[in-house]
């Protein structure tokens, strides 16, 4: 079994930042790929981005590419999700994944665990 807790999601407003961190335990974190997906009222969950294993591969949705990145501390056992230019369509609740075998980083099916997922809000 795999833990995962974010943390450093809120409110912010349009053209500002925000820093999510997602906390992993329970097993050898550098085993696992990690994503991030949304989820906004109403709508589907959605890939928001993913990192390798060691961090060599990093996959974008289009709709984050040059805002949002992706990084990962394996030593921390702690993958980041660095969001800049934040617009209000990224309003959502933020989940991190975990997945040991992964052949298609887009999508959630391929995740074994999951968050609890933190809010992230941004107003006009």
């Known amino acids: 079994q795999v833990q995962l807790v974010e943390s450093g999601g809120g409110l912010v407003q349009a053209g500002g930042s925000l820093r999510l961190s997602c906390a992993a335990s329970?097993?050898?974190?550098?085993?696992?790929?990690m994503g991030w997906f949304r989820q906004a009222p109403g709508k589907e969950r959605e890939f928001v981005t993913a990192i390798t294993r060691w961090g060599s591969g990093k996959y974008y949705a289009d709709s984050v590419k040059g805002r949002f990145t992706i990084s990962r501390d394996n030593a921390k056992n702690t993958v980041y999700l660095q969001m800049n230019s934040l617009k209000p369509e990224d309003t959502a609740v933020y989940y991190c994944?975990?997945?040991?075998?992964?052949?298609?980083?887009?999508?959630?099916?391929?995740?074994?665990?999951w968050g609890q997922g933190t809010q992230v809000t941004v107003s006009p």
């Open positions: 994944a975990a997945g040991g075998n992964i052949y298609n980083y887009y999508s959630k099916g391929q995740y074994e665990y």
């Open positions: 329970g097993r050898t974190f550098s085993n696992y790929a």
